[in-house]
């Protein structure tokens, strides 16, 4: 999917005052052609948020937000993209909710699934708010209980169908038609069983984000600690080495992918790559969603350390499952330690690993990342081991890092070797100090949103055509970052150098 300079003009949809369901433009449609009054800098970008009636969430407290915001942010271009990304994910993804069910369906955007590294990140913006809008910490808490039934059941999925009491339609993944799965999952269900450890860091690290924010532990019912007890159970299993000491086959998850599918036939049986014992965790899939190269993901094990230890923390605190957090805080220990003895030469880190001594060193732009270290709450930015992996990751030891004319950063395989992601840059801002540096990535955002004042998934340098004009993760995390500098730098952004924390 390819949209920008050569893409037709999509006629703007002039919008009534009451609009029903029905009658709201599809999102995907709406967001590829300008749509409300341009901003007043030199980049000119339109006002892109859904007419009122056709939003999915309403919040006063994300509202007072975006209004303090954009009185205090100095370039009216910069508070253009803060107004149409911070609320998108309300605007635009809440399909389903229903308080008394306590379940909440979130999209991604373009695609009618939730993905639970995706609902995450789409929300990672908002916590500030949950004690000021409790029917926003209501609705969070029903999406984490939603993702509880779906990982107590399918720990090794990372993409979900509508819960069936929602009465929406199941969308059929034309990628996973030919795909054989083990253990098999229900399509009903399921939209795609694409094993991916980020995604359980993600549904760990919302449930913690809420209790931090709220001391509700209400949401650790019987779902959610059978769901935790799952994660536990897989972080055994895909800890184990492709083959025992007397040569069996070690494999509890197995994706054959077949033409058609994406990405194509795994070989060893859908096992991929084999790996030895290291204490890593392994995964199948990044969080691009494509195919590992080799099975210890750096940034995911990194993630999973920082949330292990929320984990515990949450656990000791409820009172609840001291078995389970102190497993996981042993855990911690263990893949803190093996992160550092095995990924690490000469400062740098490797992306992927493999326990026989293969690393692969590059970065791919889907968050975690190597990049977004600092972000995960893995190391600071000053550590040395970061400075230098960060410097090496923006060069051309990094396969996926490329410069065009107008845009530059780390894509990744997932669209093209020449297809950066403004997402990097995101991490990359989390990941440095230096004021120019980030006023310089966050102006090469801010340049290249063919237009159209919202974050894309990434940027052709050739062209500079964009895809995925509807992406809701990314205007989270981009909105997320803004908020970040208002508390970080506010000098950089503000007219002034007074920090902003919402509801502060
Ligand atoms: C949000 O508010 C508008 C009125 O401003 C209303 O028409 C719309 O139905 C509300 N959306 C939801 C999901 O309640
Ligand atoms: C929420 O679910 C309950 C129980 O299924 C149902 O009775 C109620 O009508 C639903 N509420 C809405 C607003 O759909
Ligand atoms: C589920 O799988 C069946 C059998 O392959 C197929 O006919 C159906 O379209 C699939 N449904 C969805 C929602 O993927
Ligand atoms: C695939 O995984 C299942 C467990 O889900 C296992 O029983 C089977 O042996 C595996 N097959 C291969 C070829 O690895
Ligand atoms: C949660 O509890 C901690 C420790 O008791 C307290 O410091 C914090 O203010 C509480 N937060 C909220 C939102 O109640
Ligand atoms: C952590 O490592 C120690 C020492 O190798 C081992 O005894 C222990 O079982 C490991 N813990 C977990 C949870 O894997
Ligand atoms: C980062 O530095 C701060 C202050 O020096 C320290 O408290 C914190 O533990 C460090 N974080 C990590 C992940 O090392
Ligand atoms: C953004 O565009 C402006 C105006 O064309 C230009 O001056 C500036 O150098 C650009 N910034 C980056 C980082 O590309
Ligand atoms: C770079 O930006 C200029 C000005 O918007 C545009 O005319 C040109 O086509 C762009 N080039 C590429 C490769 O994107
Ligand atoms: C902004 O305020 C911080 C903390 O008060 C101070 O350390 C910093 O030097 C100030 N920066 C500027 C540019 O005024
Ligand atoms: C917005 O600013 C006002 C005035 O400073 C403050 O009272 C309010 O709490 C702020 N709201 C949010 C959500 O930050």
Known sequence: MKFGLSSPAVTAVTLGAALSAAQCPDYTTYSQSPQGNPSTGPLALPYMRPDPACRT???????????????????????????????????????????????????????????????????????????????????????????????????????????????????????????????????????????????????????????????????????????????????????????????????????????????????????????????????????????????????????????????????????????????????VTNITEAIWEHTLVNNVFAYETNGFGGRYVMDDANVPSLMSLPYLGFLNKSHPAYVATSQVLMSRVNPYYVVGKNFSGIGGPHEDAWNPWPMSLISAIYGTDDDDEILDYLYLIANNTDGLGLIHESIDIYDGSYTRPWFAWANSYFSEMLLDLASRKPYLIFNDNETYVPGQ
């Open 57 to 331: 969430f309403n919040s006063t407290a994300v509202e007072d937000v975006i209004a303090n915001m954009t009185s205090r942010l100095k370039d009216p271009d910069i508070a253009r993209l803060f107004e149409n990304t911070f609320p998108n994910t309300l605007d635009t993804t809440i399909k389903y909710f229903n308080e008394t069910e306590n379940l909440a369906f979130v999209i991604t955007g373009d695609i009618t699934a939730q993905w639970l590294r995706d609902t995450g990140n789409q929300l990672a913006q908002y916590h500030y708010l949950y004690t000021q809008d409790s029917e926003l910490a209501t609705l969070v808490k029903a999406i984490i209980n939603n993702e509880a039934r779906y990982v107590s059941q399918y720990p090794y999925c990372s993409a979900f169908q509508p819960p069936p009491e929602s009465g929406l339609s199941t969308t059929v993944n034309d990628w996973a038609i030919d795909v054989l799965v083990n253990p098999p999952v229900d399509n009903q269900t399921v939209y795609e069983c694409k094993y991916e450890l980020d995604s359980l860091c993600s549904f760990m690290k919302l449930s913690r984000s809420y209790y931090q924010a709220t001391n509700d532990s209400s949401f650790m019912n019987d779902n959610w600690l059978d769901a935790i007890s799952q994660i536990m159970r897989v972080i055994w299993e895909q800890s184990q080495p492709t083959f025992d000491e007397n040569w069996n086959l070690v494999s509890y998850y197995n994706w054959t992918g077949e033409a058609g599918s994406l990405p194509g036939a795994v070989n060893n049986g859908g096992n991929g790559e084999p790996k030895a014992y290291t204490g890593l965790i392994g995964t199948h899939h990044r969080p691009s969603d494509d195919l590992c190269t080799f099975a210890f993901l750096t940034p995911a094990n990194a993630m999973l350390t920082v949330e292990l230890g929320y984990l515990a923390d949450i656990l000791d605190s409820a009172g609840l499952a001291s078995d389970v957090s102190q497993a996981a805080r042993e855990y």
